[in-house]
Every structure is written in C-alpha cells, then in structure tokens.
C-alpha cells in the first residue's frame, strides 16, 4: 500500500518559492500573476500555459512540451535535486489553530484498480485527459494526492517521534499564511515500520485529486503496455500521495452562487422553497451562516434568511440523499431554478470557504441572483460514502490547507 521513493524536491532555501498551490484551483490569468517575479514557483510546470500566448488553448500539446522543459530546465539549474536513497516524508502544515500531519510515499495503482483506495467523486474525461499529458510528457507524478486514513495510534506515535527527534529540511510560511514544515525519513527501519503499518489497514480515501489519480492509473496502464514484461516493482505502478490521519483534517464549507431565479421574481421563489423548507428571514448582525446540518444561509434581495430542511425532503437513511449539498440539489437547485448538472452548467459558481461568507455577499452584488451559505460535510461522511462504493455530488468538500505542489516530484521512471 505505501512504498518509499526518490524525491525529486527543491534545495532547501528554495522551497518556499518552489512550492506552489494546487493548479486547479485558479485560473490560468490568476497563475500569471501569481508568478510575476518569481521564476522558481511550480506553477511553470503545473501550469505551464503561463509561460505560452494566452491565445494557446490549455490543452494544446505546447502546453505539455512546455510543462516538460521547464521541469528539465528547474533539475539542470539545481533548483530541483533528487534524493539518492528512497525516503518516506512528513510533510506538517498549521492554519492558524488547525495543525495536519501527512505521511509522503507512494501508493499503488493496483489498490485504486482493486478498490482498496476508495474515491468519492467521479471525474470528467477532458480534465483526466489533461492530467494524463501531463504526466506522460512530465514522466512524473508532480502533483501529490491528498489520501486519508482511519486514524491510527501506532503510526501517529512513529511519525510524531521522528519529529521530536529530528530537524526539518523546509519551514515557510507561505503567502497565505500557512507554514509548511518537512522532515526527511531515511532511517530504513523506522521506514520499514511505517510500511508495515500501513500494510494493516483495510483501505486508504482520496480526499481530494481524483483527476490526478485517475490519470496517474491510467499512465501506468498505457505503461505496462509498453513494457509487457513489467514485474509491477517499477515506478510507474505507484503514484505520489500525501496520507493524512482522517481526524486531522479539516473541511470548510462549500458554497453556491447562482446567476437568476430561473424567471421567478423574490417572492415567487421563497414562497416555492418554502414547501421543502422553513423560510426565516435574519435579523441578526451582518450574514447568517449555518451551524448545524440541513440549515442553509440565503442571500437574496440584499437579505440573508435561514432555510431549514423539512421532514421529507431527504432520506435520512441514505447517506448522499441527506448531505447538504444533495437536499440543496434536490430540493432547490434543480426542480426549481433548472440546474440539473451543477458540474457543467454556467448558471452557478462555486465558492470554497476559505473565502469567507462576504464573498456570497460581493458576488450577489455584484451581479449574480442568490447564494447558498453551506454547512460543511464531514470526514466521516466522505469515508462512509466511500465505503459504501457511492458518489458525493460535485464540490461537496473544500479541504484546508491545500497541499503545495513542487515539494515532492516522483519520477515514474527511477
């Protein structure tokens, strides 16, 4: 289930301009400026759109040829270097008051094709493309998964003593505000023991990446077809992951914007809801956001209200029918405003949390019709979904910290 790697990873006092957010979580105009005056970041690889003409479509193959050479050209100058020894990594990050610790290795592809690494999403054939060109020109997996586990005891207490015990190789702050810290494991036994550990577990979550895994199971394919005699030890069977304990981790809420009523004036459209909902405008300071499950925040008409879920509007014994974002789905979203497919439809945004619920607010006046204040999902919701082989809908979880990418490299090929 987890092995150790040759990290390809940035020398020590270039980490913090190496590392870089997630690319998919902004657009490729927010990633040029993000970089303006920073030749170092990870973005040029992750997102390499941004050193081409705007006019170049993101899926063009310059675009991988370009992702390619720029993480050559970052290991020829010596920004990036590659562990001689295979490691395991700690990678720590504190948010304020909220503190996660991950184990970095690699996982194997045959656990996701067997069903012992479980997903709760599906993924769209066009953004898997685009991370499998990614990581065949890259020959890399660049970008690592965010898994968890059921939090156990044994293994906190070997990841914890090596940090009491050990200097870290990187701790930064990022411009966020989030401090990164890593430890290298080199010590074979205790990498011995971890491995072991990990081996008794029943299953590891993706908590976010699905496209990333996807496309790193279907490389490994194309791979193995190429390498008929391949014995499964090679790279290419495993890709890059972050384990997080899932009593660690951290979802804020996810949240939705929506464009026009659907042809409905303001007082059509409560009195609508309010068959599957009790509608309460708020008197209080400021917004209203939810502090319990299937209570809703709505702005709308410059007026926050409270939307609680009525008996009969969701299963409760079904575990997706009685998330938030399905009752929000099923009982406003797509019978009343028309928006069956949240994934495709330009009539809604989406809006993590770490954004704050002014930003519903800035939205809406600045033009959008309504939004949608959500109490977040929770671990132990994504877990029980997992295991039971279903699907959460689309942006259901919004995972803080986001990992950096351009830590830690895996070479499919090492």
Same mark, same amino acid.
């Given at each position: ?170 701790? !930064?702050? /990022?411009? *966020?505000? +989030? ?5 290298? =494991?080199?010590? #074979?036994? $205790? ?122 509007? !969701?299963? /409760?014994? *079904?575990? +997706? ?5 399905? =009752?929000?789905? #099923?009982? $406003? ?10 994934r495709t439809d330009e009539r809604i945004d989406f809006i993590g949390g770490v954004r704050g619920i002014e930003e519903l607010e800035k939205r809406v006046n600045e033009g959008m019709a309504l939004a949608f204040a959500l109490y ?39």
């Amino acid at each position: 289930m987890l092995k150790a790697f040759k990290s390809i990873r940035p020398v020590a006092e270039l980490a913090s301009k190496v590392a870089a957010l997630p690319y998919d979580v902004m657009d490729s105009e927010e990633a040029r400026k993000i970089v303006r005056g920073n030749p170092y970041s990870f973005l040029h690889v992750d997102k390499a759109e941004i050193d081409l003409d705007p006019s170049v479509d993101l899926y063009d193959l310059k675009v991988y040829e370009k992702a390619r050479d720029n993480l050559k050209d970052m290991i020829e100058k010596g920004i990036l270097v590659k562990d001689s020894k295979e490691n395991l990594y700690i990678y720590k990050q504190v948010m304020k008051d909220h503190e996660q610790i991950g184990l970095v290795g690699c996982v194997s592809v045959d656990d996701y094709i067997n069903g012992r690494i479980k997903k709760h999403e599906n993924t769209r054939k066009d953004k898997e493309k685009d991370r499998i060109n990614h990581v065949r020109y890259c020959n890399a997996n660049t970008g690592p998964i965010f898994l968890t586990y059921r939090s156990k005891e044994e293994i906190n207490i070997v990841i914890q003593n090596w940090i009491d015990n050990n200097n870290p190789v990187y701790d !930064f702050i /990022s411009q *966020d505000g +989030v401090k990164h810290v890593v430890w290298v =494991i080199d010590n #074979n036994q $205790i990498i011995k023991e971890l491995i072991n550990q990990f081996t008794t577990l029943d299953n590891l979550y993706i908590a976010d990446g699905h496209h990333r895994t996807a496309a790193a199971v279907e490389v490994a394919k194309i791979k193995r077809e190429e390498n008929p005699s391949f014995t499964g030890d090679e790279e290419f069977n495993y890709f890059l992951g972050v384990l997080f304990p899932h009593d660690q981790l951290y979802i804020m809420d996810y949240n939705r914007v929506v464009k026009d009523l659907n042809g409905y004036s303001c007082t059509q459209f409560i009195e609508k809801i309010k068959e599957k909902f009790q509608v309460e405008e708020f008197k209080g300071e400021g917004y209203y956001k939810p502090d319990r499950k299937h209570s809703f925040g709505m702005y709308l008409d410059n007026k926050w209200y409270k939307l609680t879920a009525r008996d009969g509007s !969701f299963n /409760s014994d *079904d575990t +997706v029918d009685s998330l938030d974002v399905s =009752i929000l789905q #099923n009982n $406003i979203l797509e019978p009343i405003l028309g928006i069956k497919d949240p994934r495709t439809d330009e009539r809604i945004d989406f809006i993590g949390g770490v954004r704050g619920i002014e930003e519903l607010e800035k939205r809406v006046n600045e033009g959008m019709a309504l939004a949608f204040a959500l109490y977040p999902s929770t671990i132990e919701d994504l877990i029980k979904i997992s295991d039971e082989d279903k699907i959460m809908p689309p942006k259901s979880t919004w995972f803080e910290p986001k990992l950096r990418s351009g830590l830690f490299i895996h070479d499919l090929d090492s």
